[in-house]
């Protein structure tokens, strides 16, 4: 089972940065891509950045140029850089990571979609 856990969420005014972190852990497994949502009260959960085991991102529109994902899949710990922060990036935002797990006692591997536990972003002045 892999478990994933995030931390640096808080409260900050508008145009202050903030970095979340997201480690996985669990027993074999590897990491095809790590990503970060976001979520606010009324609407679905959307995606904000992702980064692919290749190396290669994708970003929101909303948080282009201002946000940076960054990290490792091999490593399953990934890192968001969030500058230039605005009222309307308030949210819970969720670590992703989807992969390959095994049951080396079963002999078996299949996909795995997991999330974290969510930490609050909070952007008021």
């Known amino acids: 089972q892999v478990q994933l856990v995030e931390s640096g969420g808080g409260s900050v005014r508008p145009g202050e940065s903030l970095s979340l972190s997201c480690a996985a852990s669990?027993?074999?497994?590897?990491?095809?891509?790590m990503a970060w949502y976001r979520q606010v009260p009324g609407k679905q959960r959307e995606l904000v950045a992702v980064i692919m085991n290749s190396g290669s991102t994708r970003y929101a529109d909303s948080v282009k140029g201002r946000f940076t994902i960054s990290g490792d899949t091999a490593k399953n710990a990934v890192v968001l850089r969030m500058n230039s922060l605005k009222f309307e990036d308030t949210g819970d935002y969720y670590c992703?990571?989807?992969?390959?797990?095994?049951?080396?006692?079963?002999?078996?591997?299949?996909?795995?979609?997991?999330w974290g536990q969510g930490t609050p972003v909070t952007v008021s002045s």
């Open positions: 669990g027993s074999s497994f590897s990491s095809t891509s």
């Open positions: 992703n990571a989807e992969g390959i797990a095994c049951e080396i006692a079963a002999g078996t591997c299949d996909h795995f979609d997991a």
